[in-house]
Nanobody, 125 residues
Framework: QVQLVESGGGLVQAGGSLRLSCAASGRTFSGVVMGWFRQAPGKEREFVAAIRWSDISTYYADSVKGRFTISRDNVKNTVYLQMNSLKPEDTAVYYC??????????????????WGQGTQVTVSS
């Protein structure tokens, strides 16, 4: 079992920044993919960014490229999502997920076996 705990959400004005954290505990695998997804009210959960733990390959949704950065701390078993130049449309509950699969599936939420409880991000205009 893998446990994931997100933190770092909050309320920020448009153009501001936030950093989300996802602390992983329990059984871990070197080839695991850690991803961030978000879900706005009335919408499906959508892919934001992902990182492969072993080689630090990173993947981003087009909507966040150049604004968000995903990274990981191998010692703390934590994945971060640095979010800059935030927009009101970034408002959502952000979820951290983990799973073992090929990189071509990083944007497919069905491939992630473990999820955190989510953290709310609200961007005011």
């Amino acid at each position: 079992q893998v446990q994931l705990v997100e933190s770092g959400g909050g309320l920020v004005q448009a153009g501001g920044s936030l950093r989300l954290s996802c602390a992983a505990s329990g059984r871990t695998f070197s080839g695991v993919v850690m991803g961030w997804f978000r879900q706005a009210p009335g919408k499906e959960r959508e892919f934001v960014a992902a990182i492969r733990w072993s080689d630090i390959s990173t993947y981003y949704a087009d909507s966040v490229k150049g604004r968000f950065t995903i990274s990981r701390d191998n010692v703390k078993n934590t994945v971060y999502l640095q979010m800059n130049s935030l927009k009101p449309e970034d408002t959502a509950v952000y979820y951290c997920g983990a799973g073992l699969f090929f990189s071509e599936y990083v944007a497919d939420r069905r491939k992630y076996n473990y999820w955190g409880q989510g953290t709310q991000v609200t961007v005011s205009s």
